[in-house]
Every structure is written in structure tokens, then in C-alpha cells.
T-cell receptor, first 112, second 114 residues
């Protein structure tokens, strides 16, 4: 089961803030965030681990609510370069196949 | 370091033809993955490998086979291509660890089956 991302798309002016959500129906061990520009490969942004540790990317932060099985990605003072599609990838608690289960993505458009 | 590379970048096949996609990484990563990406679907895991000589099925393995004869290479095969296999295929790799580490993605192969 894919995690559910919201919103599906968002259009912002440069300098505005954005929040992208990722929600799972299964218990999560970790959440991975990637950004993909059109025609390119996904690029790693951040990992959030059960228990609170995270790896970060400057000007972009994220939270992980273990009880609600949700993660949110926060982009502050957005820049034109932030445009792209953001994916969350999940690793479920309890084992199973390795690899990430990705959401369908959130399209972010930053306008000047 | 080249990172993760994929060959070819583009390919057009006719229904029933076969082909092999090559993924190579020079980061000495143990884990390698094949994903497919379709419009509006995100990336879905086809097969993966946790080490040389090992492979395992992912979410959408039907119609594909894989092999990992060398640590640095992971091959994805389509024995009899179908239009439903038209997609962009991404390979990824990561270090082996009990802790989750980021996956590094290749540039992708755009495959069209007519």
C-alpha cells in the first residue's frame, strides 16, 4: 500500500512557505524524502527515523509523527530551484521486502 | 566517481521483443534496486538485490527478471515486452546497513513498447 501524499499539487510565489504531507496506514520505521525535476532522477533530501533522528538538508526540514504514521516536509522561503515533484518513500516496521514504497508525489511550482 | 549509471538511456521495442537494461555503480554499494515510474503512480519497486548473487521480488515483479553476477552491476531483463511495460526505469543503490541510508538513483531509461 502506497503512502498518501497531500496536496497533489501546489503553486507558490518565491519566498512563500510550503508543507507537504505523507501519511501511511501501516506502522513506519523510516520516511525518506526525494525531489525530482522533470526528466531527471530523484534526488535525496532527508531521512526521518523512528525514534526521532534525522538527516537534513539546509532550508528544508521535516517531522515524523510515529503515533499518526505521518511525516511532513517543510520548505521555508521557497526558491525557484525548489520547483519539482516531491516524493516520500517509506520503510515499514516489521520487516518485509527491502526498498522504498513511494507515494504518488506532490508537484510544487514556484513562480517569480 | 560516476555514481549510478544506466544503459541505454532510451529504447523502443516492439511487443514480444526482449532486452536487458544495465545498471552499474562504482560506490561499492551492496544493495541495488530496480524501480519503474509511470505517470501519476510514483516509483514502484520491481526487484532488488542485497548482494552479489542474490535477488528478490519487489512490488511489481511480473514480466521481469534480474541478475547480479557482479557486485557493481544489476541487470533487468524483459523476456517478452508488452505495452504495459512502457515506463521510465530507475536503478538505485545504497550501502548495506541495519539503519536506513539514502538510495542513490541513476538517470533512468525511458522504454517504449509498441
Amino acid at each position: 500500500q502506497q503512502p498518501v501524499q497531500s496536496p497533489q499539487a501546489v503553486i507558490l510565489r518565491e519566498g512563500e512557505d510550503a508543507v507537504i504531507n505523507c501519511s501511511s496506514s501501516k506502522a513506519l520505521y523510516s520516511v525518506h524524502w526525494y525531489r525530482q525535476k522533470h526528466g531527471e532522477a530523484p534526488v535525496f533530501l532527508m531521512i526521518l527515523l523512528k525514534g526521532g533522528e534525522q538527516k537534513g538538508h539546509e532550508k528544508i526540514s521535516a517531522s515524523f509523527n510515529e503515533k499518526k504514521q505521518q511525516s511532513s516536509l517543510y520548505l521555508t522561503a521557497s526558491q525557484l530551484s525548489y520547483s519539482g515533484t516531491y516524493f516520500c518513500g517509506t520503510v515499514y516496521s516489521g520487516g518485509g521486502a527491502d526498498g522504498l514504497t513511494f507515494g504518488k508525489g506532490t508537484h510544487l511550482i514556484i513562480q517569480p | 566517481n560516476a555514481g549510478v549509471t544506466q544503459t541505454p538511456k532510451f529504447r523502443v521495442l516492439k511487443t514480444g521483443q526482449s532486452m536487458t537494461l544495465l545498471c552499474a555503480q562504482d560506490m561499492n554499494h551492496e544493495y541495488m534496486y530496480w524501480y519503474r515510474q509511470d505517470p501519476g503512480m510514483g516509483l514502484r519497486l520491481i526487484h532488488y538485490s542485497v548482494g552479489e548473487g542474490t535477488t528478490a521480488k519487489g512490488e511489481v515483479p511480473d514480466g521481469y527478471n534480474v541478475s547480479r553476477l557482479k557486485k557493481q552491476n544489476f541487470l533487468l531483463g524483459l523476456e517478452s515486452a508488452a505495452p504495459s511495460q512502457t515506463s521510465v526505469y530507475f536503478c538505485a543503490s545504497r550501502l548495506a546497513s541495519s539503519r536506513p541510508y539514502e538510495q542513490y538513483f541513476g538517470p533512468g531509461t525511458r522504454l517504449t513498447v509498441t
